[in-house]
């Protein structure tokens, strides 16, 4: 029996030599700050250098300079990833949340699919607000009062930005195909809901 030949990746992955003078800058910058080098979503996004330097430099507002206290932040971007299923997503962001204080049992509890138990209220706000507007496209008066009494105006609208891009990051990864660097584990096993 003849294995199955593996196709060709949708966008195979660049590699810093052959980003052409558009794509050069970009690169550079994303080289610097990135965990994944140009892999990810930033292999799709450089293929759209002027589109992918104005993601470049909201993704950098969103992870560094947002209202949102860190640990808060990549935990509403490990909910995108969960309900995703986003293997790249999820493998970037966990160890950041885990190092920025999100504690062990919540990332556990969430990877498996499950409302984590015994949040702070503020994690339970973060939780309850972002798996609303993504799932049901709405939020309650109750789930908005939750969080309103944890955070501020600018907060929720951080949240929720938050939220929406790391959904857009989904996409791009769901839509190239992306996955882990090479040999490292997906984080969610082929078929786990």
Known sequence: MNPTPARPPRFP???????????KPLGEQIVKVSSIGIGGPYNSMLRSPVLGQLLFDLFHYLRWETSIPLHLNEFAILIIARQWRSQVEWFAHAPIAAKAGLSDRIIAELKT??????????EAAVYDFVTELTT??????????????????????????????????????????????????PPFAEGEG
């Not at 789930?143 to 959904?167: C, E, H, P």
Request: cysteine-free; charged content about 25%.
């Open 13 to 23: 992955q660049l590699t810093m030599d052959q980003l052409d003078a558009a794509q």
């Open 113 to 122: 699919g499950k409302r984590p138990s015994d949040m702070a209220e503020d």
């Open 136 to 185: 049901t496209r709405k939020v309650s008066d109750a789930t908005y009062a939750k969080a309103k009494r944890v955070f501020s105006d600018q907060q929720i609208v951080d949240l929720t930005a938050v939220a929406g891009n790391y959904i857009m990051v989904a996409m791009l990864l769901a839509m190239s195909e992306a996955s882990v660097p090479p040999g490292k584990e």
